[in-house]
């Protein structure tokens, strides 16, 4: 019996690196150096002599600098959720103490507030995020990860692969001289979600994969502002708004202490909700928000309203191709990119590089595709996607009717789970252990847990026994 996603995913979320770490390759080259990619690079300097690291940016950005241009989304709050920051630990480290040295915020449950439909959810004790900008946090993994003796950059844009068989057997980039071709061991596709892989393997004779799509078209726009020394409040909040809030087009804000004493503040919005565009637009939004918006817009601006705009969430089903070259796997948003309003993209990536680890330590066949390796990522990805697109499905209407039992069994869970989350202290931990990406979804319905929820909701018990009883 293979083991359940729920096994899997806390394997795969373990603290501490790897203790056997067989080295198996010459060269090996990632292509992209965002996130994922260098992540894919610390794991496969355990396992190859030299690592090449491919990317147009792919020696730029010290920490505190401006965003790449390869990372459209790099101005935008980012908020490190508590899996990521373990699996930053696992593979960096002292990384968390030393952003913090650097001026990144770790700001503890009682300096954080989250809020659903305008109602303050209950604190619990697992918060803990790592705040910061998106080009502090990626210039120190960068540093990091470029520091190991056996990593190389290299300034390229990746244009296709090689193939020799069934395998990849090198790669070709454009430079500013023009098209090289660089021999390799294994691969990695980490260029994010404007991914050519498909292309790259169509080209090959190989199959495409099936993408999976969810039309959602939500909008950001971030501004920053100087930080007053005195505020003793929150360091951090969210606001979220559920289908049935009457706030159908403003999805939510978010707002962290940033490096340099700054407030990072973003609106999300959906569709044709106006967007705001300048200062004072802004905070006027903000004056509606709870009062830690409104102490963040209160000082100096330090820059202009940033927009972004994100149209829909994406899943590469790499793991159902039933043709698939060997030494080549694929990574982070280059695989899957969700709703960031929900916070689990760097998460994500991050966790993708510990399948990387066990399918490496796992005496793999390396002349065979590397179907270990996307089962592994497969109850990641699923992981992630079940928490972001199931609420998106939910807001846009296209869920639908639950038609099975087991299908009405869990929907009954969820709901009184969610809404036992905003007041109950333990039903509220579960629930952000998935969301913090800490645990899988399907923790969520253990009887105990979906029994307490129902009681905080009230319900009686024997509604409870004909709704989510004993499975048949």
Known sequence: ????????????????????????????????????????????????????VIDPDAGEGDTGSAPRPGVPQGSQVHTLMPGGLRQLERWYPGATRQAEARGAVLPGPDRSVSYVDGVQQVGTPNVGFLICTRPFLEGLIRERTLGLPNVEPVTGRVTGLVYDGQRVAAVRYSTGTGEAVRAGDFFVDATGRGSRMADWLQAGEWPRPRTERLDVDVRYVTAHFERSPDWTGPLSGITRYGPRSGSERFAGAAVNAVEDRRWAVMLASYGDDPQVSDVEGFRARCAGLPPVYREAVKGRPTGGCVPFRHPDNRWRHFEALDRFPARLVVTGEAVASFNPVYGQGMSSAMLHASCLSEYLRGAPDLDAPARHFFALQHVVAAAAWQTSATADAARLGLAGRPGTAPQRRTAWAMRHVMAAAVHDSRVAEAFRDVSFMLAHPATLLAPDLVRRAARANGVPEEEFDREYGPAT
Not at 16 to 23: F, H, K, L, N, S
């Open 1 to 52: 019996m293979p083991p359940s996603p729920i096994a899997v995913f806390q394997r795969l979320s373990a603290a501490g690196a790897p203790a056997e770490t067989p080295v198996l390759f010459g060269t090996v080259h990632v292509l992209g150096a965002g996130i994922g990619g260098l992540f894919a690079a610390r794991v496969l300097s355990d396992h190859a002599e030299r690592v090449v």
